[in-house]
């Protein structure tokens, strides 16, 4: 008799715990009152810099990326490449190792093309911003990557007047994103759930009254896409998927 392995469904809360972040930006993490979540509450709450409600919103701790004095440097310097690497790939929508190093692959052509290997992470990041579901979570239609991909996955999204289904299609300047009527009602429930922040990125032109969003330019010109609620070095990410 072959006995198969059960695997058990893991929440995607229970990642955040040892990466000691909100990563993805979810105000119902705030609300677990379980001894479980405790660590991680009290954890968001040192970090905060204004102690209310967005507490889980950190730019920057020079004290936590220092280089220790007597420790093994080696073993530091892997353990925090392993956390950037989960951080990035939960931030996204837990994407899988092939999407990322098919986006790794294409970052490092456009790259060689113009010569200049330093832009590299730039088209890598480029990739992902680029991508319907990103756009919408950015503008804040949406709380998170994941009620992004529902929505659309419902066929409740529209790209210059056409429906699509397809959660990682690549946007460029002059798209139009509009929504279905039946969609509005939730846009709504999300919009006022909406700290709004960290602000939209400048290459987007949104209307929250007639719900639309419009790319009047390209991603890669602005630094506006590049906020993110913990420290992140794409470097490090893109040399973790070249292998």
């Not at 979540?37 to 967005?54: A, C, D, G, H, Y």
Request: hydrophobic share 35%; charged share 25%.
């Amino acid at each position: 008799m072959i006995n198969k392995k059960k695997y058990r469904y893991k929440p995607i809360y229970k990642k955040f715990v040892p990466l000691k972040k909100n990563v993805q930006n979810r105000a119902k993490v705030l609300k677990f009152k379980k001894r479980k979540w405790q660590f991680l509450l009290s954890r968001l709450t040192k970090v905060s810099k204004i102690r209310k409600t967005n507490c889980y919103y950190k730019f920057y701790d020079q004290s936590v990326y220092q280089i220790p004095r007597y420790n093994n440097f080696f073993s530091k310097n892997y353990k925090q490449n392993l956390i950037v690497k989960k951080s990035f790939n939960l931030f996204y929508g837990s994407l899988s190792r092939n999407v990322l190093k098919r986006n790794v692959r294409t970052a490092l052509v456009k790259s060689n093309r113009v010569q200049n290997r330093i832009n590299s992470k730039l088209f890598f990041k480029e990739l992902f911003e680029r991508r319907l579901d990103v756009i919408l979570t950015r503008s804040h239609f949406t709380l998170s990557i994941m009620n992004a991909r529902q929505l659309i996955a419902h066929g409740h999204v529209y790209v210059n007047n056409s429906c699509t289904t397809n959660g990682s299609m690549q946007l460029k300047k002059g798209d139009i994103i509009t929504f279905s009527q039946k969609s509005k009602k939730l846009l709504n429930h999300y919009l006022l759930n909406s700290e709004l922040w960290p602000l939209p990125p400048q290459y987007l032109q949104i209307s929250y009254k007639v719900f639309q969003i419009l790319l009047v330019d390209d991603v890669k010109l602005f630094n506006g896409s590049d906020t993110f609620p913990m420290w992140l070095n794409f470097n490090d990410v893109m040399e973790s998927y070249k292998k």
